[in-house]
């Protein structure tokens, strides 16, 4: 996942500078349910390997799979730790994360506007 965080913050967030109490509340509200979005919904494939061949690099990535969905199948993780996360995966529904997601990212962009100076726009 943390292979994804800049692209994913910026796709989300935008580059706005965010300051005071306002925004780091809408902020937080963002991430309440995009992390669980990202975790229990969102593929993403891991880079296997690089092979570089003269001047080309070749990249081999796994198949595109949850984090949700790599860490049931890891090894790594108990059988209680492994309960848990299929409860948890049981109460979320992708499409109502998204809506709220989206909502909240509104939100966000309508308090960063807000504390621009009139005429200006945000970065998006």
Do not use: W
Not at 16 to 29: C, K, M, T, W, Y
Not at 33 to 49: H, Q
């Amino acid at each position: 996942m943390e292979q994804n965080n800049g692209s994913v913050v910026r796709e989300y967030i935008g580059y706005d500078r965010l300051e005071g109490n306002v925004p780091q509340e809408r902020l937080a509200a963002v991430y309440r349910d995009l992390v669980p979005l990202l975790t229990f919904f969102m593929p993403t494939a891991k880079l296997e390997s690089k092979i570089k061949t003269d001047s080309k690099e070749i990249k081999k990535y796994d198949a595109p799979r949850c984090p949700y969905q790599q860490l049931m199948e890891s090894d790594a993780r108990s059988s209680e730790v492994k309960a848990q996360l299929s409860r948890l995966y049981g109460l979320y529904n992708p499409v109502r994360l998204q809506h709220h997601v989206s909502k909240a990212v509104l939100a966000l962009r309508d308090a960063v506007a807000a504390q621009l100076p009139s005429g200006s726009e945000p970065a998006a």
